[in-house]
C-alpha cells in the first residue's frame, strides 16, 4: 500500500515552454502533497506543500507564479514549470501524506526528471 | 530553524559488515524521524519512521533509533549486501509545523562485494 506516482518520469523541452508534472496517490487519499526538488548531489529541498481544495503553501524563494500547483482531488496534485529556463532543470519529486496528524508520515513518487535546453 | 545534518557523507565497507549513519538535529521538539533509501535517479524509499514518543524501530536487518534530548539519530545495518549500496537520508518533521520534512544532505553508502 501505500503507493505514490508521477508522471512523466522524464521530460526534455526547449526553454521557454511550459511543462506539466503529475503526482498520483494510487491507494490512498492524500490531505496534503509536497513538492520536492533535488539538485544532482544534493539533499531534497521542499518547494511548496499543497492541501486539497485551498491554496499551496510555497517557500521562501520559490516563485509561486512560474512553478504552479493544483491540488484539486485527495489523489492529484499537479506541479506546472511556466516558461521553463535551463535553470530549471532539476529532479523533481513529490510526496503524500495520508493525514500528517497522525505521524504516518509521507510516501514519495518516484521523480521527474527534467532537462530544459 | 531546523537543521538536520548526516554523518559520514560518504562510506564504503566490505560486504558481511556492520555499520551505522549517523543524524544529527538542531531542533529537539520533533514530530517524527524518517529514515530513507535513495537509488540513482529514482525517488525515495522509506525504510523507518521513528514517533518523538519510541526509541527505535526495526525492520530485517535494519534498526533506527531516536534520542530526541540529544537530537540524534543512528541507522544501524547488519550483514551488509552490495544491494544495500544506495543513498540514505534522514528527515524529520518538527512538531511546529507537522507536516514539513527536513531532510539532511545524505550519507552515499557503497558496499564492496
Known amino acids: 500500500g501505500a503507493v505514490v506516482s508521477q508522471h512523466p518520469s522524464r521530460v526534455i523541452c526547449k526553454s521557454g515552454t511550459s511543462v506539466k508534472i503529475e503526482c498520483r496517490s494510487l491507494d490512498f487519499q492524500a490531505t496534503t502533497m509536497f513538492w520536492y526538488r533535488q539538485f544532482p548531489k544534493q539533499s531534497l529541498m521542499l518547494m511548496a506543500t499543497?492541501?486539497?481544495?485551498?491554496?499551496?503553501?510555497?517557500e521562501q524563494g520559490v516563485e509561486k507564479d512560474k512553478f504552479l500547483i493544483n491540488h484539486a482531488s485527495l489523489t492529484l496534485s499537479t506541479l506546472t514549470v511556466t516558461s521553463a529556463h535551463p535553470e530549471d532543470s532539476s529532479f523533481y519529486i513529490c510526496?503524500?501524506?495520508?493525514?500528517?496528524?497522525?505521524?504516518?508520515?509521507?510516501?514519495f513518487g518516484p521523480g521527474t526528471r527534467l532537462t530544459v535546453l | 530553524k531546523q537543521e538536520v545534518t548526516q554523518i559520514p557523507a560518504a562510506l564504503s565497507v566490505p560486504e558481511g559488515e556492520n555499520l551505522v549513519l549517523n543524524c544529527s538535529f538542531t531542533d529537539s521538539a520533533i514530530y517524527n524521524l524518517q529514515w530513507f533509501r535513495q537509488d540513482p535517479g529514482k525517488g525515495l524509499t522509506s525504510l523507518l519512521l521513528?514517533?518523538?514518543?519510541?526509541r527505535e524501530q526495526t525492520s530485517g536487518r535494519l534498526n533506527a533509533s531516536l534520542d530526541k534530548s540529544s537530537g540524534r539519530s543512528t541507522l544501524y545495518i547488519a550483514a551488509s549486501q552490495p544491494g544495500d549500496s544506495a543513498t540514505y537520508l534522514c528527515a524529520v518533521i518538527s512538531s511546529g509545523s507537522a507536516r514539513q520534512l527536513t531532510f539532511g544532505s545524505g550519507t552515499q553508502l557503497t558496499v564492496l562485494p
Open positions: 499543497s492541501n486539497e481544495g485551498s491554496k499551496a503553501t510555497y
Open positions: 521513528i514517533q518523538s514518543s519510541q
Open positions: 510526496s503524500a501524506s495520508p493525514d500528517q496528524r497522525r505521524g504516518l508520515g509521507q510516501f
